[in-house]
């Protein structure tokens, strides 16, 4: 069993910058492919960054070249780091784990975190 646990949400000006951090318990994390994703209130649930064990990212469009994803595998933890935030990034954000090997197959989430950009 897994458990994600996300912080560093919270209510910032358009323009500025917060950093979003997910611990996860287990020991597959540092084997597992790990992914910011969002929702904003009456719209679906919308992948914003991935990234592998190895540390390949992948962006959204949207954010691309604003935010970034990166990942401490000795802290289990992955991090979004988020600049020159728009009010369309107002939205709980979600951290996902994905593992899929032979006889296995991991995905979780976690509880999710608010942020909010707004004057």
């Known amino acids: 069993q897994v458990q994600l646990v996300e912080s560093g949400g919270g209510l910032v000006q358009p323009g500025g910058s917060l950093r979003l951090s997910c611990a996860a318990s287990?020991?597959?994390?540092?084997?597992?492919?790990m992914a910011w994703y969002r929702q904003a209130p009456g719209k679906e649930r919308e992948l914003v960054a991935h990234?592998?064990?190895?540390?390949?990212?992948t962006y959204a469009d949207f954010v691309r070249d604003r935010f970034t994803i990166s990942r401490d595998n000795a802290k289990n933890t992955v991090y979004l780091q988020m600049n020159s935030l728009k009010p369309e990034d107002t939205a709980i954000y979600y951290c996902?784990?994905?593992?899929?090997?032979?006889?296995?197959?991991?995905?979780?989430w976690g509880q999710g975190t608010q942020v909010t950009v707004s004057s």
């Open positions: 996902n784990l994905f593992l899929s090997r032979i006889g296995e197959f991991n995905n979780y």
């Open positions: 287990g020991s597959i994390f540092t084997f597992s492919v």
């Open positions: 990234i592998s064990g190895g540390g390949t990212t």
